[in-house]
């Protein structure tokens, strides 16, 4: 019962951390989308339209579920790029960088999300007869995302921070002593996960 009491404690703690970690990320995400927009609301107000669309992409780039900020960008974006009064090759920028945007921000769980505004800019395009000038690179072969293997690194990674605390506080007694066989046993397994993490990523 002991050591069963003390997994559990230390599973709690580790996970513990894992949230306040992730509520520390998310906020880091709020904040700067939050920043972006209300630059880019500032930039279009004094019709700096070219400095505008970078600020929307920006605020855009920073997506998460929940997120307002991200989400007003883009329907402030939109709503810029259909703005009569804006030249062509502004439109075509903005379309760019909304689709730079999406497509870094793309994940397993915004995919479907991905797809729907890809289809948007390629309609929008096609309506105000808009083509990418010829002295733009173009990808020819976009890179494919492997959404499986994205979620088996998550895994692996959350994994390895788990068992990092767990050897700390299993590999160590309360006088301060070194426990080998247990610190030895948890970091074997914590970099057996940091690899597995690191080959994930390889085929992600």
Known sequence: MPIRNNLFRYLGIAALVVAVMLVMA???????????LATAKTLASSSDFDG?????????SWRAPFNPY???????????????????????KG???????????????TEADTIDALQKIDEIRAQNKLTIPQSQVRETAPPTLNFKMQIVADLFFWSWIVLVFISIWSGFNADGGIKPRN???????SLVFYAGWLISLCFA
């Not at 505008?52 to 855009?60: F, G, L, R």
């Not at 883009?74 to 030249?87: A, G, N, P, Y």
């Not at 379309?95 to 769980?109: D, E, K």
């Open 95 to 109: 379309l760019q960088y909304f689709a730079w945007a999406i497509t870094r921000s793309r994940n397993v769980f």
């Open 26 to 36: 998310y906020g880091v995400v709020l904040i700067r989308s939050r920043e972006a």
């Open 52 to 60: 505008a669309i970078e600020s929307y992409k920006d605020a855009i």
């Open 70 to 92: 991200s989400s007003a960008a883009r329907v402030e974006l939109l709503k810029l790029i259909s703005d009569s009064s804006i030249s062509s090759s502004l439109k075509e």
């Open 183 to 189: 610190l030895a046993g948890a970091l074997i397994l």
